[in-house]
C-alpha cells in the first residue's frame, strides 16, 4: 500500500511539472495564434486577398469571419473569440467601445464606400437620384428595393437616411426588402428577385449580371467609412502585425483595386 501511495505521488509530481514547464509554451503558441478578423461583409473579396497576401509575405495564416457589421458586434458582446473588428460604419465600432469590447485606442479608419443604385443588366436604365426623382414610377407596380435591414445592418441603415434625407422614405418604406447583409441584398438583384438594390459601389462591382444606374448624392448620407480596431484582450503580436498590414501600402493597393476610397 505504502509503495504504491509513493509511486501515485511521484507520477501526480511528474505530471504536476511536465505542465508547468508546458504553461510558458502553451502561452507562447497563444500568443502567435493566427488572428481571427470580423469583418463587414462588403470586405470579403478585399480581405481575403489581404490574407492571402499576408501568407505570401509572412508566412502566416489569418482566419476571416464575414457577416453585416450588427451580426459581429454581437457576437463579439456574446463572447464570441476574435482579434480583430473591421465595421461598415461608425454606429457598431462605438457600440463595441461603449460595451468595452474593442480598444477605441487602436482605431484607424483607411477606407471609405460610396452608395449606388443597382439594376439586373438586362433592365437596367440610368437615372438621377435627387429629391425630385420618382420612385414609384421607377419601380412599376409591385417593384421592390433591396438592401440591408434598416434598423441595423449598416448598407440599410445608410440606404434609409439617404432615402430620408431626399424626402422619399415614406413612399418608398413599403417596397423595401432588407436583407442580412449587404451580399445578401445584392444577391436579391443579381437573381431578379429584386426590381433594384441600393449597395455599396465596391460590391456592384464585382457582382454578375448587374449594373449600377445611379450613384446617391454624397451629401444625402454620411460617409460610409470603415473603421478597424483590435478586440479588448486580444491585441497579441500575431493581431498587431496583421492590424498593421491590413493599413499598409500593400493593403491599400488592394482597397484600391477594388473600388474603395482610401484615405
Known amino acids: 500500500m505504502q509503495l504504491f501511495r509513493r509511486l501515485f505521488l511521484r507520477g501526480a509530481a511528474a505530471l504536476l511539472a511536465a505542465a508547468f514547464l508546458a504553461a510558458p509554451f ?17 470586405l470579403t473579396n478585399a480581405f481575403q486577398d489581404i490574407g492571402k497576401l499576408y501568407k ?31 465595421s461598415a460604419d461608425l454606429k457598431w465600432m462605438d457600440y463595441t467601445d461603449d460595451k468595452g469590447l474593442t480598444l477605441k485606442a487602436t482605431r484607424v479608419t483607411p477606407i471609405g464606400n460610396s452608395l449606388v443604385l443597382i439594376m439586373p ?32 445592418v449598416p448598407i440599410g441603415v445608410y440606404a434609409k437616411t439617404a432615402l430620408t434625407n431626399l424626402g422619399q422614405w415614406d413612399k418608398v418604406r413599403e417596397r423595401i426588402v432588407g436583407a442580412e447583409s449587404v451580399r445578401a441584398a445584392l444577391a436579391l438583384v443579381e437573381r431578379g428577385e429584386a426590381t ?21 448624392p454624397a451629401d444625402s448620407h454620411p460617409p460610409v467609412e470603415y ?37
Open 26 to 42: 502553451a502561452g507562447a503558441r497563444a500568443q502567435d495564434a493566427a488572428p481571427t478578423v470580423f469583418a463587414a461583409a462588403s
Open 56 to 86: 505570401e509575405k509572412v508566412g502566416k495564416d489569418v482566419t476571416f469571419s464575414f457577416a453585416a457589421s450588427s451580426a459581429l458586434a454581437k457576437q463579439l458582446e456574446a463572447g464570441a473569440p476574435a482579434a480583430i473588428f473591421a
Open 121 to 152: 443588366a438586362d433592365k437596367a436604365k440610368d437615372v438621377k437620384i435627387d429629391k425630385s426623382f420618382d420612385w414609384l414610377a421607377f419601380l412599376g407596380p409591385g417593384g421592390k428595393i433591396s438592401t440591408g435591414l434598416t434598423d441595423s
Open 196 to 216: 433594384a438594390g441600393i449597395v455599396y459601389s465596391t460590391d456592384a462591382a464585382i457582382a454578375k449580371n448587374v449594373k449600377v444606374v445611379a450613384t446617391f
Open 227 to 263: 473603421p478597424f480596431e483590435i478586440v479588448k484582450g486580444q491585441d497579441t503580436p500575431a493581431a498587431k502585425a496583421f492590424f498593421d498590414f491590413l493599413t499598409g501600402a500593400e493593403a491599400k493597393a488592394v482597397y484600391a483595386k477594388y473600388g474603395f476610397i482610401v484615405k
